[in-house]
């Protein structure tokens, strides 16, 4: 009898959503606040009037690693410390000038909407590997039950390539039963 080779098993997905959740809220908040600590530290702003930007580096590798929500809650953390921090009058969360309300929240739409493509880029190239991996797994056992001519070797086959599939879910024996 014919084994399938290597066939792959798909990924159980067991992940405890709130521990995530912790992690990308530590990683927004502490990366949205170390670039303001660099720009605050050497003073980049207002001589670099454009150094917001750096903040996006941040939002997008949030999106583009871990998750649309720590890349949102990375733009909304950004934009109140850029507030708070370096913008005129410091340490307060008023704004004097409607051109610096007007670049503030410019910024916040732009890292938002930037950091929802990124992540949907994301999303889409796991689901792409996803179904790379699906057709995979199809093709190997189309081609291992070919080579067989047995009905009963045939099944065979099938039942162990669903448990090869399915170990990770914990499935450990299959059986195919017929009429």
């Not at 009898?1 to 521990?19: K, T, Y």
Request: aromatic share 14%; glycine share 2%; charged share 15%.
């Amino acid at each position: 009898m014919r084994q399938i080779e290597h066939l792959p098993s798909l990924e159980a997905v067991v992940s405890l959503r709130w521990r995530r959740y912790m992690y990308d809220s530590i990683l927004a908040i502490a990366g949205a606040l170390l670039v303001t600590g660099i720009i605050y530290a050497f003073h980049l702003y207002p001589s670099i009037p454009n150094i917001s930007i750096a903040y996006l580096l941040v939002i997008l590798a949030l999106a583009s690693t871990r998750s649309l929500y720590a890349a949102v809650l990375a733009s909304i953390v950004s934009f109140f410390s850029f507030d708070f921090f370096l913008v005129p009058p410091y340490f307060t969360f008023t704004v004097d000038k409607f051109e610096e309300w007007l670049a503030l929240f410019v910024f916040l739409v732009t890292a938002i909407i930037t950091s929802q493509l990124a992540s949907a880029l994301r999303q889409r190239a796991v689901q792409a590997r996803r179904q790379e991996r699906e057709t995979r797994i199809l093709y190997e056992l189309v081609r291992a039950t070919n080579n067989e001519e047995d009905l009963d070797r045939q099944l065979t086959i099938v039942a162990g390539a669903i448990v090869d599939v399915f170990s990770s879910w914990g499935v450990r024996d299959c059986g195919i039963f017929l009429p």
